[in-house]
């Protein structure tokens, strides 16, 4: 699942994540991060479901993290797209390519719903659900 944490300027110096990681022993993957003195923006893919997804993303909040499961992904109309690649390069987590065939494929578990390629599809091709 991915999950937006958004950390305030109270606890943006704290090591949350690292304390979690190390507490759950899980593999937690950071796709995208954003972090100055003031606040931080964490995308992260965290390997768990249900329960134990609920226990860790009440771990982070209890630590004064702001939590928001990402659900929104793409939808991509193949009439439209011209296979142009506009889309590929800017995406920071490299969640499109091009098929063997130069169909444009995605990949929804690396996707962080940035909007990036959305604004880069000069024929507006690309939509977030
Ligand atoms: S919204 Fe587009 S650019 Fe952003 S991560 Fe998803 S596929 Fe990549
Ligand atoms: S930028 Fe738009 S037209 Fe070009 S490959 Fe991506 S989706 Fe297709």
Do not use: H
Not at 19 to 25: F, H, L
Not at 41 to 58: D, Y
Request: proline share 5%; hydrophobic share 40%; with cysteine.
């Amino acid at each position: 699942m991915r999950v937006r944490l958004i950390y305030s300027p109270e606890v943006v110096e704290k090591p949350v994540l690292a304390e979690i990681i190390a507490k759950t022993g899980l593999l937690i993957n950071i796709l995208e991060a954003k972090v100055n003195a003031q606040k931080g923006e964490l995308v992260v893919s965290i390997p768990s479901t249900g329960k134990r997804l609920e226990e860790i993303l009440a771990m982070f909040r209890e630590a004064g993290v702001r939590v928001q499961k990402v659900t929104k992904v793409l939808q991509i109309d193949y009439d439209r797209c011209t296979s142009c690649g506009a889309c590929i390069s800017p995406c920071p987590t490299r969640a499109l390519r091009f098929g063997p065939d130069w169909t444009l494929e995605f990949d929804e578990e690396k996707c962080v719903a940035c909007r990036t390629c959305v604004n880069a599809c000069p024929v507006k091709a690309i939509t977030l659900l």
